[in-house]
Each structure stands twice: as structure tokens, then as C-alpha cells.
């Protein structure tokens, strides 16, 4: 076969060679880390060799049953008789069967672990990946990515193992036979058909792949608006967008419609010209073994075996044709989602990256410089240490740099110039794992899983105890609500918690991190999307899950953080001004102009 060709991958629009693809899966056949896979494949090779030559001997019994119902044959056929021969033919086709299913049995074990283990690394290294990566995806696309990738695996293995090498053992082995007991010319016939064949089928193969590259875009495209659509179900019914969502989406359809027409005819195209390359061989075969029983130079019996081992010939090119269909768009398909699992993981831990260790949970900012865009820089230089047990809050207009901060401090981006340490553990130095374990965030939208309440609770600690999921909830005051439901903890949330009200949610997520119990906290304007009756509530709870920790504010509202231990006000990527709440109201500077604001704002409400 020809070197396989590129397949363009369409998430970072690189090309991976189709080879690429083939030795990325090849490790699944020969596992070093589990041997009895090795020995499936060898077994499974064996048996597959046995069916081979099976199928290739099966003819000869057809022919010698012909024969010996015309009474020519060698003697010893002749005493069997065509009964005994013709039971023969059909024990050796059912052996032939038989071996192939046991194959496939004997196989399946592989291809299953293999297509489970693509999916969970494929699964794992998508949360490796940065937030920058997670911002940017389309989640609707991606996850058609990983669902066709992850189907053309099995189907790839299938192909590497029992599909060409087997093939060309068997068109060699009925050669073999053809030249032996007919006539070179035969063999001649047969090459030539076999070499059209593949030339006709791999070249309009490739032309496919093109269209089918095009169709699994606007299938991809489709699927992703749909999700979209759905997830913001809201928003359509809020600005009576039903129609506009509709049409939007029968767009991408059409297309998809189209290039999915344009697949079809050409599918049409490429199996009425291999019927008519395969008919061409078969008849020209055919055609010379009638005049060889016309001259005598054969019998009737060589006249049914040649068409049999024809027969032979065209069902393993048929299959040839398929398989290289399949392989092509399954490496379409891989490739795309082997381009995924090598999207770098932006942020690593070092190979010497040690387990961080928080004695207070001081958290210090130190000359800090970052910037999504290199052109465009968010903060500018910022020093701020937060002392441990201590509550700092960050304020300033939007766009000021705030949220950045706590991104940071998780570590979901690397700083670009300076550190940030905590208790003078530098958070390069340490692993992602046990810093998100000290660490506990409090958003501004909490998002929840659509599960149960309790589930979603103990998400804040693995193995948590239903006890400790209850004390959790009433320190989040959220108890009483939950046993009120008729399901109680068992109740379900819905699509990213949209059963629950904003501030049902927030309180789900403070019993959350209440029950993660982290000596550092970041709230995240974590009651700005509420009203003020219930913020007001929220924040008591927030007090009590800040006491004894270290607690980095991110605050839209003045008014929920006039009490912290130290206000910096955040302007453009630098700290403009830094105290108490009456100091910096005092000084009637940056802070003092928000406060007014505000409370100008709340009055005029």
C-alpha cells in the first residue's frame, strides 16, 4: 500500500502524517506493561492462518465433488463419491467460518481495552490542559472529536491485524494455486484485475476523504450549535429566539445535508466501477477456463473450482475496498483526536516539583507580570502580600486585573515575570495536585454537576462521609432547605444546577468547600450575581467560612468587604491604593470614589 496520506486536523490546524496515526495505535497490539494481550494477538494470528489455509483448500473439495458427479477424478475421489466429498466441502467451509468467529472472539478483549484506554487518556489530558485551551474550545465539537476518534480505534486495530497482511496471504496462496494447477495466463488475469483494482479504489478512496473531511465538519459544526443552543436554553426562550435557534441550525444541516449527498454519490461511483473491474477479471477467467473444458485441457469440475477461487478472490477485494474506505476516514477521524491529546499541557509541573506544604498559608504576589495576549498586558508589577489567617480583598473597575489574581494563585495560568509563593513555596516549585488540595474557590456562578445534592457537596472531598456532608451543609445553612425537598440530599440539581436559585446554588457551593476545608480561600465575586436580600444572607456564611484561613476577596460590591483586614484597589494591572476601609475612605482617593459610587447607585435603586 501506498504511504498513507495526511490528515488535516482541525483544532490547531496542523496536518498528521497518516502513518502518524497507525504507530500512535500499533502500541495497543503489543503492550509491554500487559502481556496477555500479546498473547490474544499471537493466538488470534494463528487462528486466522489456520482459516487461510482452510479457505484456500475449500475449492478442492467443490471441484473433486463436480468431478466425481461426472465420473472423471483420480480413483480415490471416485470411491468417496460426490456425497462424502460434497460434506467435506461444507465441514471445511464451516471450519473456515468457525475459525474466523473464534478470531474474532479471541480478539475482542484487545480492541476493548484499547478503545478504553484511548478514551481515559484521551479524557485525562483534557483536564491537563490549560484554561486558556478550555476557554477557547467549542465544547459541542470537541466532544464529536473524541467520539469518532475514540470508535475508529477498534476499527483500526481490526485493520492492522486481519486486514491487509491476511489479505495478501490469501490472493498469494490462490496464485499460487492458479499458476500451479491451470495455466500462467491465469495468473497473468488475476494480477492485472488485483492491480486495477487497488489502483481504482485507493485513488477515488482519496478524493472521498476529502469529501468526508467536509461532512464531519458540518456534522461537528451542527452538533455544536445544538449544544449551544441548549445549554443557553434560557436565553433563546428570553428573547423568543426559537425560530432564529431553528434556522441557524437547519443552516449547519444543510451543509452537512449536502457534503452527506456528495459522500453518497461518490460511494455509488466507487462500487459500480469495483464490480466493474472485479466482473472484467471474473469473466475473462471464466471465459478461458470454458474453452479449456471445451478442449478437453480441463474438467468440469476445474471450470466450478476457478469460478470458486474467483469468488474468493473478489469478496477479500470487496473487503480490501471497504477496509480502505473505513481506514481512511477512521484516520480522518484519529487524527483529529490524536491532534488533541498533543495539545501541550501549558502549565506542568517540574520533574523535581515537590508536594506543597502549608504551615499559616501566607500567600505572597511578588513583582507579578502576566498577560493573556503578550500585546497585552493585565497586571503590571504587582506586589501584595496576604499575612496567613488574614482577609484581603481586591477591588477596582472592570478589566483592573482582579479575577487574574485568583487565576494565578491556582495556578490555571504561570505568572510571565516575578512569583507567587506561598509560605516561601514558590507555586512552580510544587504540584498542581497539592496546591488545588490547600486551595478553595468560591465563585461568582457556582456550577454544579447534574447529579444529586449530596453528590454535589461531596465533590468537595473524596470519600467524605454522608455525616460530614450534613455538617458541611448546616454550616452552609442550606440543611434545612435540603430536608425540606421531597427527595431531600438525593434531589436532583439539573443541568448545571438549574433547578436551584442563585443563592440555593451558592450555598451548595460553600458546603462544598466548607467540606474541602483548605486553609486558603478565594472568593471569586462570589455574591455579585445574587440580589442584596440574599447576598446579605450569603455573606454570613462566607464570614464563617473564612475564619481561621487565609482569604483573598475578589469583590464587585464595596459593601460585602469593608470589614477585611486590608482593601487594595486594583487599577490597570497596578495597586493604586492599599489599607483599612476607613483609611481609604479617609484618604478620599481611588477606593473613596467607588464607595460613593456605589452607594449613590444603591440609593438612587
Same mark, same amino acid.
Given at each position: 500500500?501506498?504511504g498513507?496520506?495526511?490528515?488535516s486536523?482541525?483544532?490547531?490546524?496542523?496536518?498528521?502524517?497518516?502513518?502518524?496515526?497507525?504507530?500512535?495505535?500499533l502500541?495497543?497490539?503489543?503492550p509491554? =506493561?500487559?502481556?496477555?494481550?500479546?498473547?490474544?494477538?499471537?493466538?488470534?494470528?494463528?487462528?486466522?492462518?489456520?482459516?487461510? &489455509?482452510?479457505?484456500?483448500?475449500?475449492?478442492?473439495?467443490?471441484?473433486h465433488?463436480?468431478?466425481?458427479l461426472?465420473? $472423471?477424478?483420480?480413483?480415490?475421489?471416485?470411491?468417496?463419491?460426490?456425497?462424502?466429498?460434497?460434506?467435506?466441502?461444507?465441514l471445511?467451509?464451516?471450519?473456515n467460518?468457525?475459525?474466523?468467529?473464534?478470531?474474532?472472539?479471541?480478539?475482542?478483549?484487545?480492541?476493548?481495552?484499547?478503545?478504553?484506554?484511548l478514551?481515559?487518556?484521551t479524557?485525562?489530558?483534557?483536564?491537563? !490542559?490549560?484554561?486558556?485551551?478550555?476557554?477557547?474550545?467549542?465544547?459541542? *465539537?470537541?466532544?464529536?472529536?473524541?467520539?469518532?476518534?475514540?470508535?475508529g480505534?477498534?476499527?483500526?486495530?481490526?485493520? &492492522?491485524?486481519?486486514?491487509?497482511?491476511?489479505?495478501?496471504?490469501?490472493?498469494?496462496?490462490?496464485?499460487?494455486?492458479?499458476?500451479? @494447477?491451470?495455466?500462467?495466463?491465469?495468473?497473468?488475469?488475476?494480477?492485472?484485475?488485483?492491480?486495477?483494482?487497488?489502483?481504482?479504489?485507493?485513488?477515488?478512496? $482519496?478524493?472521498?476523504?476529502?469529501?468526508?473531511?467536509?461532512?464531519?465538519?458540518?456534522?461537528?459544526?451542527?452538533?455544536?450549535?445544538?449544544?449551544?443552543?441548549?445549554?443557553?436554553? $434560557?436565553?433563546?426562550?428570553?428573547?423568543?429566539?426559537?425560530?432564529?435557534?431553528?434556522?441557524?441550525?437547519?443552516?449547519?444541516?444543510?451543509?452537512?445535508?449536502?457534503?452527506?449527498?456528495?459522500?453518497?454519490?461518490?460511494?455509488?461511483?466507487?462500487?459500480f466501477?469495483?464490480?466493474?473491474? %472485479?466482473?472484467?477479471?471474473?469473466?475473462?477467467?471464466?471465459?478461458?477456463?470454458?474453452?479449456?473444458?471445451?478442449?478437453?485441457?480441463l474438467?468440469?469440475?476445474?471450470?466450478?473450482?476457478v469460478n470458486?477461487?474467483m469468488?474468493?478472490?473478489?469478496?477479500?477485494l470487496?473487503?480490501?475496498?471497504?477496509?480502505?474506505?473505513? %481506514?481512511?476516514?477512521?484516520?480522518?477521524?484519529?487524527?483529529?483526536?490524536?491532534? @488533541? &491529546?498533543?495539545?501541550?499541557?501549558?502549565?506542568?509541573?517540574?520533574?523535581?516539583?515537590?508536594?506543597?506544604?502549608?504551615?499559616? *498559608?501566607?500567600?505572597?504576589?511578588?513583582?507579578?507580570?502576566?498577560?493573556?495576549?503578550?500585546e497585552?498586558?493585565?497586571?503590571? *508589577?504587582?506586589?501584595?502580600?496576604?499575612?496567613?489567617?488574614?482577609?484581603v480583598?481586591?477591588? *477596582?473597575?472592570?478589566?483592573?486585573?482582579?479575577?487574574?489574581?485568583?487565576?494565578?494563585?491556582?495556578?490555571?495560568?504561570?505568572?510571565?515575570?516575578?512569583?507567587?509563593?506561598?509560605?516561601?513555596?514558590?507555586?512552580?516549585?510544587?504540584?498542581?495536585?497539592?496546591?488545588?488540595?490547600?486551595?478553595?474557590?468560591?465563585?461568582?456562578?457556582?456550577? @454544579?454537576f447534574?447529579?444529586?445534592?449530596?453528590?454535589?457537596?461531596?465533590?468537595?472531598?473524596?470519600?467524605?462521609?454522608?455525616?460530614?456532608?450534613k455538617?458541611?451543609?448546616?454550616?452552609?445553612?442550606?440543611?434545612?432547605?435540603?430536608?425540606? &425537598?421531597?427527595?431531600?440530599?438525593?434531589?436532583?440539581?439539573?443541568?448545571?444546577?438549574?433547578?436551584?436559585?442563585?443563592?440555593?446554588?451558592?450555598?451548595?457551593?460553600?458546603?462544598?468547600?466548607?467540606?474541602?476545608?483548605?486553609?486558603? !480561600? %478565594?472568593?471569586? $465575586?462570589?455574591?455579585?450575581? !445574587?440580589?442584596?436580600?440574599?447576598?446579605? =444572607?450569603?455573606?454570613?456564611e462566607?464570614?464563617? !467560612?473564612?475564619?481561621?484561613?487565609?482569604?483573598?476577596?475578589?469583590?464587585?460590591?464595596?459593601?460585602?468587604?469593608?470589614?477585611?483586614?486590608?482593601?487594595?484597589?486594583?487599577?490597570?494591572?497596578?495597586?493604586?491604593?492599599?489599607?483599612?476601609?476607613?483609611?481609604?475612605?479617609?484618604?478620599?482617593?481611588?477606593?473613596?470614589?467607588?464607595?460613593?459610587?456605589?452607594?449613590?447607585?444603591?440609593?438612587?435603586?
Amino acid at each position: 500500500m501506498r504511504g498513507l496520506p495526511k490528515t488535516s486536523a482541525n483544532l490547531n490546524n496542523d496536518q498528521i502524517q497518516g502513518w502518524k496515526v497507525v504507530k500512535r495505535v500499533l502500541p495497543y497490539l503489543w503492550p509491554d =506493561e500487559a502481556p496477555w494481550v500479546k498473547y490474544r494477538v499471537v493466538a488470534a494470528l494463528s487462528v486466522l492462518f489456520l482459516a487461510k &489455509l482452510i479457505a484456500v483448500g475449500t475449492p478442492l473439495f467443490y471441484k473433486h465433488a463436480v468431478d466425481a458427479l461426472d465420473g $472423471e477424478g483420480p480413483a480415490t475421489f471416485l470411491m468417496i463419491g460426490a456425497i462424502g466429498l460434497t460434506v467435506a466441502y461444507g465441514l471445511a467451509r464451516l471450519m473456515n467460518v468457525g475459525f474466523q468467529q473464534l478470531r474474532d472472539v479471541i480478539f475482542a478483549k484487545v480492541g476493548q481495552r484499547a478503545l478504553r484506554s484511548l478514551a481515559l487518556e484521551t479524557f485525562t489530558h483534557i483536564h491537563r !490542559l490549560s484554561m486558556r485551551y478550555h476557554i477557547t474550545r467549542k465544547t459541542g *465539537g470537541l466532544s464529536r472529536i473524541i467520539e469518532r476518534g475514540v470508535k475508529g480505534v477498534e476499527f483500526l486495530l481490526r485493520f &492492522l491485524l486481519f486486514s491487509i497482511g491476511p489479505l495478501l496471504l490469501e490472493l498469494l496462496m490462490i496464485a499460487v494455486v492458479l499458476a500451479f @494447477l491451470f495455466d500462467i495466463w491465469y495468473l497473468v488475469v488475476v494480477l492485472v484485475t488485483i492491480g486495477f483494482y487497488i489502483w481504482f479504489t485507493f485513488t477515488v478512496t $482519496e478524493w472521498r476523504v476529502k469529501i468526508r473531511k467536509e461532512m464531519n465538519d458540518q456534522d461537528t459544526d451542527a452538533n455544536q450549535k445544538a449544544i449551544d443552543s441548549l445549554l443557553n436554553f $434560557e436565553t433563546v426562550k428570553y428573547f423568543g429566539a426559537e425560530g432564529r435557534e431553528a434556522a441557524r441550525y437547519d443552516v449547519a444541516m444543510e451543509a452537512y445535508q449536502k457534503a452527506a449527498l456528495k459522500t453518497s454519490y461518490s460511494l455509488a461511483f466507487l462500487n459500480f466501477g469495483q464490480s466493474v473491474l %472485479i466482473t472484467s477479471g471474473l469473466v475473462a477467467v471464466m471465459v478461458m477456463a470454458a474453452v479449456g473444458v471445451q478442449n478437453g485441457t480441463l474438467t468440469v469440475g476445474d471450470f466450478v473450482m476457478v469460478n470458486a477461487y474467483m469468488i474468493q478472490i473478489t469478496m477479500p477485494l470487496n473487503f480490501l475496498g471497504t477496509v480502505y474506505r473505513e %481506514i481512511r476516514q477512521a484516520l480522518v477521524d484519529m487524527g483529529q483526536m490524536f491532534d @488533541l &491529546l498533543e495539545q501541550p499541557a501549558e502549565v506542568t509541573d517540574k520533574p523535581d516539583a515537590h508536594v506543597l506544604n502549608v504551615q499559616g *498559608g501566607e500567600v505572597v504576589f511578588d513583582g507579578v507580570f502576566f498577560g493573556y495576549d503578550p500585546e497585552r498586558p493585565i497586571l503590571k *508589577g504587582v506586589h501584595l502580600p496576604v499575612p496567613a489567617g488574614k482577609t484581603v480583598a481586591i477591588v *477596582g473597575s472592570s478589566g483592573s486585573g482582579k479575577s487574574t489574581l485568583g487565576r494565578l494563585l491556582f495556578r490555571f495560568y504561570d505568572v510571565t515575570q516575578g512569583a507567587i509563593r506561598i509560605d516561601d513555596q514558590d507555586l512552580r516549585d510544587v504540584t498542581q495536585a497539592s496546591l488545588h488540595d490547600q486551595i478553595g474557590v468560591v465563585p461568582q456562578d457556582t456550577v @454544579l454537576f447534574n447529579d444529586t445534592i449530596r453528590y454535589n457537596i461531596a465533590y468537595g472531598r473524596d470519600g467524605a462521609s454522608f455525616e460530614d456532608i450534613k455538617a458541611a451543609a448546616k454550616a452552609a445553612k442550606i440543611h434545612e432547605f435540603i430536608e425540606s &425537598l421531597p427527595g431531600g440530599y438525593e434531589t436532583t440539581v439539573g443541568e448545571r444546577g438549574l433547578k436551584l436559585s442563585g443563592g440555593e446554588k451558592q450555598r451548595v457551593g460553600i458546603a462544598r468547600t466548607l467540606l474541602k476545608d483548605p486553609p486558603i !480561600l %478565594i472568593l471569586d $465575586e462570589a455574591t455579585s450575581a !445574587l440580589d442584596t436580600e440574599t447576598e446579605m =444572607e450569603i455573606q454570613t456564611e462566607l464570614k464563617g !467560612l473564612g475564619q481561621g484561613r487565609t482569604v483573598l476577596t475578589i469583590a464587585h460590591r464595596l459593601s460585602t468587604i469593608a470589614d477585611a483586614d486590608r482593601i487594595v484597589v486594583l487599577e490597570n494591572g497596578i495597586i493604586v491604593e492599599e489599607g483599612a476601609h476607613d483609611v481609604l475612605l479617609a484618604k478620599n482617593g481611588r477606593y473613596a470614589q467607588l464607595w460613593h459610587r456605589q452607594q449613590q447607585d444603591e440609593d438612587a435603586a
